[in-house]
């Protein structure tokens, strides 16, 4: 297909062809894009969703790349980033607005900057608005589902729907976002008061435990498994004489072994095998099951 031809002169924000997707993930893994389109504000997302819904091109969404293992052969069709292209913060009182391309961390340090509290444990998950919505992300006992009061989100074709928290189903790295497969937009928050003092104390104490617990400055997807009922992943894994287990440029953390890294130029395939192994020997010698948290995308 002749991609440049169809979106030639169209204004959905920057257009790039065969673009490698490497430089969209953190763990610096992916291959090409036929087309990935960085829109800049919500009528050029509507827009585009809608254009490429009547053209029957297929539509992929990322953001910060944060929980991704894209495939080697890459994506076809188009690929939609939502990242520093489409962020935006407003607040009103306790009530803060964002964009779903707003990285979190940008998102709690404005909400800090303006005496409100709320967002400190979440702040330091390595992604948007958006993705951590769509997954109810948490950590340190804090949910996206403790602070967000609606959100608004958009299907494929382009149409506009609005969700309270309620109406959202948040659960365990779950939202309605997945179950309709729908694309978040923006998402309100409502935070409470607090002193400059007390918030930047907050966000400094989680902010230190991540760095000193966390190879924050490693490539990484973030946590590779999901929490396992009755245990947790980065325990299995130590238990199991895994931490700094090694194939080629594919690691378990000596950090922290919930963090799988890529030390050079780990493939994908390479990725995907080496977690695999990491679940199956956690499997035979403690016989839980490790679940992949990290969303595998591309053409196998």
């Known amino acids: 297909m002749d991609y440049k031809s169809i979106y030639e002169a169209k204004r959905f924000g920057e ?4 673009e490698p997707l490497k430089d969209y993930t953190t763990w610096g893994i992916g291959g090409p894009a036929d087309v990935l389109i960085k829109p800049s504000n919500e009528e050029e997302l509507k827009n585009l969703l809608k254009f490429n819904y009547e053209n029957e091109i297929k539509t992929t969404v990322i953001g910060l790349g944060s929980n991704l293992l894209i495939t080697d052969k890459g994506i076809r069709g188009c690929v939609l ?5 489409y962020d935006g913060i ?20 404005t909400s ?16 948007t608005v958006g993705g951590a919505v769509a997954m109810n992300a948490g950590a340190y006992g804090g949910e996206i589902k403790d602070v967000c009061v609606s959100v608004k989100a958009f299907d494929f074709a382009g149409n506009e729907y609005n969700f309270t928290n309620e109406e959202m189903n948040f659960s365990y790295r779950h939202s309605k976002i997945f179950e309709q497969d729908l694309i978040v937009s923006s998402a309100v928050f409502e935070l409470s008061p607090d002193s400059l003092d007390e918030a930047l104390n907050k966000y400094e104490d989680y902010t230190n435990r991540r760095e000193t617990k966390q190879p ?22 130590d238990e199991c004489g895994l931490r700094g287990y090694r194939i080629g440029d594919c690691q378990v953390s000596e950090k922290h072994c919930g963090f799988i890294i890529n030390r050079g130029n780990a493939t994908s395939a390479e990725m995907l095998a080496f ?26």
């Open 15 to 18: 257009i790039l062809f065969d």
């Open 81 to 85: 980033v939502l990242a520093d292209n």
């Open 90 to 109: 407003s607040i009103d009182g306790t009530t803060m607005t964002v964009l779903a391309g707003t990285s979190l961390n940008k998102a709690a340090t």
């Open 112 to 127: 800090i900057a303006n005496h409100l509290t709320g967002m400190e444990e979440i702040s330091g998950i390595p992604g």
């Open 216 to 237: 924050l400055d490693k490539k990484s997807a973030g946590s590779t498994f999901k929490r396992p009922e009755g245990s947790y992943a980065s325990k299995l894994i």
């Open 275 to 300: 977690i695999e192994e990491v679940a199956k020997i956690v499997y035979d010698k403690t016989g839980f099951t490790l679940e992949r948290e990290v969303k595998l995308i591309g053409e196998l």
